[in-house]
């Protein structure tokens, strides 16, 4: 994803970088509850880019409102964040940061071993009916809330108006229709219509809700990725990529999609709202209005796009509990969000910003919003995130003809079975 779950997010634990300490500064940990705060706040904020201004400056400006609060900001690979925080938390809590900016899989995985502090009855929570009902459901674990949420989003297709244009076709509703504007697009320009990663099994997620299925079924506590529509699911991405509607990769997907599409190299890609800034950086989009975007196309069963999005988490072993508090309520604020959009054009969590005249006029927060609307929830267990790690291994295989999408789905379904414990099926 930046985003998505990047292989890199799935690797064993590396070492910290020096920069990143976390906890107070040897005072007296940010003062009593309700005091004047005080202190270091760490924070890992794990922006890309093309966002990572813009927060460090929002991050930054808590200090005008807490002067004796110095926020060190650390932005940290998307990629590597879960890993280097586990790390950190696992052995001691040296060098953890007092607060992370988490994927929303992330939440349950942590909370479930002890990293999180609840933040029920703390500072952390403000005006919680403002969050909108589905940012809110991934903050949840057992009872008890462990994050705030910061944004939320989804995946939709990222098209170049102008090759479309050229080409004499509209944006694509389904795959079936994909491909056909690909042949035109490659015969009017030479381009490629698609570009498809395929080193993130988060963008195999629209193919197996386009046919229908999901990876699990946790009211009945069963294993449904090799079922028919995961099959199915697995044969439709590799078709695109064997037609020549969509290319593809194994490694470096971030960065080859984005600088395809943002060169003029090919047509479409299928990203999210984070990756709009990056996208209208670049050539093919100086006259930005050439970028459109419309829903992830449709598969033989319907459309269907993976919720997501990034949550605040506080560290459980913080020495700076109080200020941690107030620095997530502070980013996650509606003050804050509503920055963060008419900058970044990304999706606000709380249901009044999208009142506001700049977030209500722009464009994009408004497809995106329509479609995080009816975007599919991901499962909220402490083994969600681990979910793509089975995937991840067989999609570039499908992709390129070395893997049967048969032999994918059986393979990633057994992966399932032995990750989940208790009486899945």
């Known amino acids: ?99 992370l900016r988490a994927e929303v899989a992330w939440t349950h995985d942590l909370a479930n071993i002890g990293y999180l502090a609840p933040l029920d009855g703390t500072a952390a929570l403000d005006n919680e009916s403002d969050y909108l009902p ?66 993130d099994a988060y963008w195999y997620l629209p193919f197996i809700y386009g046919e229908g299925g999901d990876l699990l079924d946790t009211k009945a506590k069963k294993v449904t990725v090799d079922d028919k529509p995961g099959v199915k699911a697995f044969a439709a991405a590799r078709d695109l990529v064997t037609s020549g509607a969509a290319e593809t990769d194994a490694t470096d997907g971030w960065d080859n999609m984005q600088n395809a599409i943002k060169n003029g190299d090919v047509a479409m890609t299928i990203n999210g709202p984070w990756a709009i800034e990056d996208t209208l950086a670049g050539k093919a989009f100086k006259d930005k209005s050439n970028l459109g975007v419309v829903p992830v196309p449709a598969g033989s069963a319907g459309q269907g796009a993976p919720q997501g999005g990034q949550n605040l988490t506080v560290y459980a072993g913080s020495k700076n509990l109080d200020a941690s508090y107030a620095f997530a309520r502070y980013m996650s604020s509606a003050e804050v969000q509503a920055k963060t959009t008419e900058e970044l054009s990304l999706l606000p969590t709380r249901t009044s910003v999208y009142q506001e005249k700049a977030v209500a006029a722009n464009a994009n927060v408004k497809f995106f919003k329509d479609a995080v609307d009816k975007a599919v929830e991901r499962p909220w267990i402490p083994e969600g995130n681990s979910l793509f790690q089975a995937i991840l291994v067989q999609f570039p295989g499908v992709l390129t003809g070395k893997t049967s999408p048969e032999k994918a789905a059986a393979s990633v379904g057994d992966a399932y079975r032995k990750l989940l414990k208790g009486d899945w099926k």
């Open 1 to 99: 994803m930046r985003r998505g779950i990047a292989a890199t997010a799935l690797v064993a634990a590396m070492a910290l970088a020096a920069t990143a300490c976390g906890g107070g500064d040897g005072d007296n940990g940010g003062g009593k509850s309700g005091g004047k705060l005080s202190g270091t706040v760490t924070y890992w904020d794990t922006s890309n880019e093309a966002e990572k201004g813009t927060y460090k400056k929002l991050a930054l400006g808590f200090e005008k409102k807490h002067p004796d609060v110095k926020v060190n900001y650390v932005n940290v690979p998307f990629g590597d964040a879960l890993a280097k925080f586990k790390n950190a938390a696992g052995s001691g809590g040296s060098g953890a940061p007092d607060v």
């Open 134 to 199: 589905k940012a809110a459901a991934g903050t949840k674990f057992k009872g008890k809330t462990y994050a705030v949420p910061q944004v939320i989003d989804t995946l939709g297709l990222f098209y170049n108006k102008k090759m479309l244009r050229d080409a004499g076709v509209e944006p694509p509703k389904s795959w079936t229709e994909l491909k056909a504007a690909a042949k035109k697009i490659k015969k009017k320009t030479g381009k490629t219509g698609l570009y498809l990663r395929g080193d």
